[in-house]
């Protein structure tokens, strides 16, 4: 496969053209004019972009970097030649795929290229995948070293042991031990530790299977002993309510019977003949009024009597002064006229009338006197008549009667109070059922308390419902799991199956260890084909000064020089000793997996002193006679070395 023309529309490229020769071509440009981009529309228009990756620290994915400056739609165009025909591959953006679209054509007549993907392009015109070719014939900026790849390894190993592809060792390897992992990777992976878990599975649900009809059967003597345990409490519940009916009926009827009597006991409602219907506060009041009445009466009538005796010895006083003026009068009257007739007869002796005269005067003193004090005293006969007794009120035992009264209110309404709580009683008792009639039976009451029954009947209740859910939860589970019968067979299946894995896992690993011992024999031809091929082309690079060269399976190399005695490593070499090892094996592998395909390298030389820079330069223009090989270099030198040989350059 020979590239003939590039057109693209990517990064810093705006529709530009790239048509290097047929072997050798040198394309040269200072650093930053597109280089390195033209590297990179190489390998998208083979393998494409992908989207996948996302842009890091310190890291640009392939669809950022490459975008173009414009703005414009990432596109691009490659004119090939491959097995003997013309074709033209066009990439462009497709759907969130910037570089998504395909298109191949035959360049002569536009057909489609019957066979070519987007996906298939790169390993179909190269001859292998993606990473085969970026470690073999793509030489990035600082990319010479090559690391480990299971694709380029199988294949190297493939075409150097054997001749054909499909016989890769460590794709026989991968293989065999994918089959291997298949049946046991490890402990966890693997179809004989799904079996072997399956199997414990089965055996762990059949234990449980038994464990769960053992837990049922004990659920269900449980179950029975505590029903007959509730049947007996219940019983014993029915009787305590029985006894406490028989009990609450007699209560009822002397209760009844109580009432009864008290309204016996409730005296008749008659009026009081002389309270009538009054209380007996009212009564009390009322015979006090009347009790302080008669005594008002009796204490006037003793004041009017006082009075009237004292009236009375006053007019007795009176008519004694009376009867005394009478007489004093009388007396005084006679003197008075005794001495006038005294004075008539016997003028002479008037001196012998004084003491007659003082006695008359005397007597006229008294007459008066007793004249004021009846004048005085006049009123008091007509007062006499005032001073009669008042009526007394009959009184008698009037307060006594009250009190009586008073009592008999009294203990009437404790009749009638005694007789409504006997009523209320009643009524309570016949709320709770009670009823005067009864039955006769003897009922003898249960060894305990009700309410230790009833505590006990809801503990036994409780554990009851308890065992009926886990009763019901265990016939869940004995449901779910099915009959035992499947999980046998089920379990002599997976016995069959193990054996047959058993016996697989041990023929695999026979044939691992088989395939092994072989590959040690197949690499002794492995190993010294590359590293020959490998030391060929170093020594040619070194100019014969290191003429040996070994890599292991990962391609780490190791040089040896001409007179030296032991291998030196390539950390060991110098930077420009270590980049042309790197170039050598490249180009050790790429003869022996891609000989059509052509080389690109970018910037693969500047390591390189001039002396080397010309070594190498000879060595790919051998290399450029049997493939195309695009050197990028940002350095004048190969484009005069060129020059002077007639190779190619492409100036950017």
């Known amino acids: 496969m020979k590239i003939k023309k590039l057109t693209a529309v990517f990064g810093g490229l705006e529709g530009e053209t790239l048509e290097p020769g047929a072997g050798l071509t040198v394309i040269t440009a200072p650093n930053e004019t597109g280089k390195s981009t033209w590297a990179g529309f190489w390998k998208a228009m083979l393998y494409g972009i992908d989207t996948r990756e996302r842009d890091k620290t310190g890291f640009l994915a392939d669809k950022t970097r490459y975008a173009p ?147 049922r059967e004990t659920a269900e003597q449980e179950l029975e002993r505590l029903t007959k345990n509730q049947k007996e409490l219940q019983a014993d519940l029915e009787l305590w309510a029985r006894i406490e009916k028989h009990e609450l009926n007699r209560r009822y009827g002397e209760a009844y019977a109580e009432w009864e009597r008290a309204k016996e006991a409730v005296p008749e409602d008659r009026p009081h003949p002389l309270f009538g219907a009054m209380t007996g506060e009212e009564a009390w009041a009322f015979a006090q009024e009347r009790q302080r009445e008669h005594e008002a009466a009796l204490a006037e009538n003793r004041r009017r009597q006082s009075k009237r005796e004292e009236l009375e010895k006053r007019r007795e006083e009176l008519s004694e002064r009376r009867r005394r003026a009478l007489v004093y009068g009388g007396i005084s009257v006679f003197l008075l006229i005794l001495a006038v007739i005294l004075v008539v007869v016997t003028p002479g002796i008037i001196d012998l009338l004084w003491p007659l005269a003082i006695g008359s005067g005397l007597a006229l003193a008294v007459l008066a006197g007793s004249v004021f004090s009846l004048l005085r005293d006049r009123d008091i006969v007509p007062n006499l008549s005032e001073l009669k007794p008042v009526p007394v009120p009959p009184a008698g035992d009037i307060l006594n009667q009250a009190a009586q009264y008073r009592e008999e209110l009294a203990q009437a309404a404790q009749a009638r109070a005694a007789a409504d709580a006997a009523r209320r009683r009643v009524d309570d008792l016949a709320a709770q059922g009670g009823r005067l009639f009864d039955t006769l039976e003897l009922l003898h009451p249960p060894a305990q308390s009700k309410a230790a029954t009833a505590a006990q009947l809801s503990a036994v ?13 265990i016939e869940g589970i004995l449901a779910h799991m099915g009959g035992p019968e499947d999980m046998e067979a089920r379990k002599t299946e997976l016995d069959g199956r193990l054996s047959q894995r058993y016996e697989e896992y041990e023929a695999l690993t026979a044939a691992l260890e088989a395939l092994s011992a072989a590959n040690d024999q197949l690499r002794q031809r492995f190993s010294p084909a590359l590293n020959q091929a490998a030391g060929e082309l170093f020594s040619q690079l070194t100019g014969g000064r290191w003429d040996r060269l070994a890599l292991t399976r990962d391609f780490s190399a190791q040089a040896t020089q001409r007179s030296g005695l032991l291998p030196r490593t390539a950390l060991a070499l110098s930077a420009g000793t270590a980049e042309q090892l790197y170039l050598a094996v490249r180009l050790a592998i790429c003869q022996l997996t891609v000989p059509e395909a052509p080389l690109v390298l970018d910037d693969a030389l500047c390591a390189f002193d001039d002396a080397r820079c010309a070594l190498a330069l000879e060595l790919l223009a051998g290399q450029a006679q049997g493939r195309q090989i695009l050197l990028f270099s940002c350095h004048s030198r190969e484009a005069a070395w060129a020059k002077a040989r007639g190779v190619p350059v492409i100036q950017l």
Do not use: C, H
């Open 69 to 215: 400056w414009s703005g414009a739609p990432m596109s691009g165009e490659m004119q090939v030649e491959w097995e003997g025909q013309d074709i033209t591959i066009r990439r462009f953006p497709a759907r969130t795929n910037p570089f998504g679209g395909f298109e191949a054509v035959y360049t002569a007549t536009g057909d489609p290229v019957p066979g070519l993907t987007a996906a298939n392009v790169g390993e179909r015109l190269t001859g292998v995948g993606k990473e085969g070719y970026l470690r073999s014939a793509f030489v990035g900026q600082g990319g010479a070293a090559i690391g480990s790849s299971r694709e380029l390894e199988a294949r190297i190993s493939a075409l150097v042991t054997s001749g054909e592809e499909d016989v890769a060792y460590s794709a026989v390897e991968r293989t065999l031990k994918d089959w291997r992992n298949r049946r046991r990777a490890n402990r966890a992976n693997g179809l004989i530790p799904e079996l072997e878990g399956e199997r414990a599975q089965i055996d762990k649900a059949l234990q449980e299977m038994a464990d769960a009809r053992r837990r």
């Open 461 to 473: 209740e409780r554990e009851l419902a308890r065992v009926q859910s886990e009763l019901a939860r």
